[in-house]
């Protein structure tokens, strides 16, 4: 069974730091290429970072790549996002992505996401 778990949100002030972390489990951590996304209450679900399965490429949406930054442990199966200078509109609930290497014939997976809440 496959499981991708977030953790390390929660309350902040603006100006400050956060590092989210998603474990995975039950899949080939190495072959996948990660991603975080977000959701705000009311809108659409937004790339936030993504790093492929080497770890060699990242992509950042846009104006978060001055203060995000998306990492990788295969050794931990766990990718990481670094989140510095939050402000009030980063307030999300946060998700990480597995996405199934092309032709492979497996599934993409979703955690379940961490709260992220930053007060002005």
């Known amino acids: 069974q496959v499981q991708l778990v977030e953790s390390g949100g929660g309350l902040v002030q603006a100006g400050g730091s956060l590092r989210l972390s998603c474990t995975a489990s039950g899949l080939s951590f190495s072959s996948y290429n990660m991603g975080w996304f977000r959701q705000a209450p009311g809108k659409e679900r937004e790339l936030v970072a993504a790093i492929r399965w080497s770890g060699k490429s990242t992509y950042y949406g846009a104006s978060l790549r001055e203060r995000f930054t998306i990492s990788r442990n295969d050794g931990a199966n766990t990718v990481y996002l670094d989140m510095s200078n939050l402000k009030p509109e980063d307030t999300a609930v946060y998700f990480c992505?597995?996405?199934?290497?092309?032709?492979?014939?497996?599934?993409?997976?979703w955690g379940q996401g961490t709260q992220v809440t930053v007060s002005s």
């Open positions: 992505k597995a996405d199934a290497p092309p032709g492979s014939g497996d599934s993409d997976y």
